[in-house]
Each structure stands twice: as structure tokens, then as C-alpha cells.
């Protein structure tokens, strides 16, 4: 599955996508989030407040207790501004 970040997600990972396979008993975004931050002080800074995470599975925007399922691509970004 490809992971996209996006702002400062992105900047605090230090890469702006990448391909993993999903560990079992991941099963729904906030448990991803919760998985990506054991991979690293760098995930860990980028959710460190998991709550503000929005995602997208296959670009449609989605809550943390979505279930992943086959999804091809997850993106995981900051709160938007309107502008």
C-alpha cells in the first residue's frame, strides 16, 4: 500500500510517500497512525497529535475509525485551511 504525507506531516517524516505492508491487527486509519509512530522519532514527531490527522483512502476523505481494507493509496495530512 502507498502512504502520501502531505505538509508538515511530510516535513517531520522527511519523505513524501512510501510503499509498506501493513502489519496484522492494523486494520483502521488510527491504527495505522498508531503503528507509523513506532517506526521512529520522526513519525513519532509527526503524530504526536494524532487527533488533528485527517486521511484519505483512495482519495476520499475518511475518520480514524475507517477500516482500510484493500486500499491502494492512504494519505495522511494536517488540518486544511480555507483561503
Known amino acids: ?17 512510501e510503499e509498506i505492508d ?7 486509519i488510527s491504527d495505522l497512525i498508531e503503528h507509523l509512530k513506532t517506526r521512529g522519532e520522526e513519525y513519532e514527531a509527526a503524530f504526536a497529535f ?22 491502494k493509496e492512504v494519505a495522511l495530512f494536517p488540518p486544511m485551511t480555507g483561503g
Do not use: C
Not at 500500500?1 to 510517500?17: Q, T
Not at 501493513?22 to 483502521?28: C, D, I, K, S
Open 50 to 71: 494524532p487527533e488533528v490527522i485527517r486521511a484519505a483512502i483512495d482519495h476520499e476523505h475518511v475518520e480514524h475509525s475507517e477500516k482500510i481494507g484493500s486500499a
Open 22 to 28: 501493513l502489519p496484522e491487527g492494523v486494520v483502521t
Open 1 to 17: 500500500m502507498k502512504l502520501i504525507y502531505f505538509a508538515w506531516v511530510r516535513e517531520r517524516i522527511g519523505k513524501a510517500d
